[in-house]
């Protein structure tokens, strides 16, 4: 099994006060099970690298390093996304489609789901998909 992994939690790996222990746990174990991320994943990343840039938490070098560092990790990209299911899981349970994508991924590879959001935690409890709480 798998886990998918969303942006929160590799916003944490990448920003020093975003930091949580849990959090790094994820990481660690990454390697032995393999970690999984819809394609919207990394225009989600890139965007929280463009914010950071802008508000001078972060340099166009730190995002490089920090885009680098993932792409070291070798996050399997998932593409095969089913978006009626998507639609259904953000309307019931008032996703965003964004979020709901990596419930939709999670739910469909019968991987379990590390986040930090608990609207998104909560809606995949729902679903029966393991959280990995961070």
């Not at 959090?23 to 032995?32: G, M, V």
């Not at 394609?39 to 885009?67: I, K």
Request: proline residues 3%.
């Amino acid at each position: 099994m798998a886990i998918v992994v969303d942006v929160s939690i590799a916003a944490t790996w990448c920003f020093p006060d975003e930091r949580a222990d849990a959090a790094e746990r994820q990481l660690e174990d990454l390697h032995p099970l393999g970690g999984v991320v819809p394609g919207l994943f990394w225009y989600e990343f890139r965007n929280v690298l463009q914010v950071n840039e802008r508000r001078a938490r972060t340099e166009p070098a730190d995002s490089a390093r920090f885009l680098m560092g993932l792409r070291n990790l070798r996050l399997q990209r998932d593409e095969d996304h089913d978006g009626n299911s998507m639609m259904a899981l953000a309307r019931t349970h008032a996703l965003s489609a964004y979020d709901a994508a990596y419930l939709e991924t999670a739910l469909r590879r019968g991987d379990s789901l590390a986040t930090l959001d608990r609207d998104l935690a909560s809606a995949a409890a729902a679903e029966g998909v393991t959280v990995i709480h961070c």
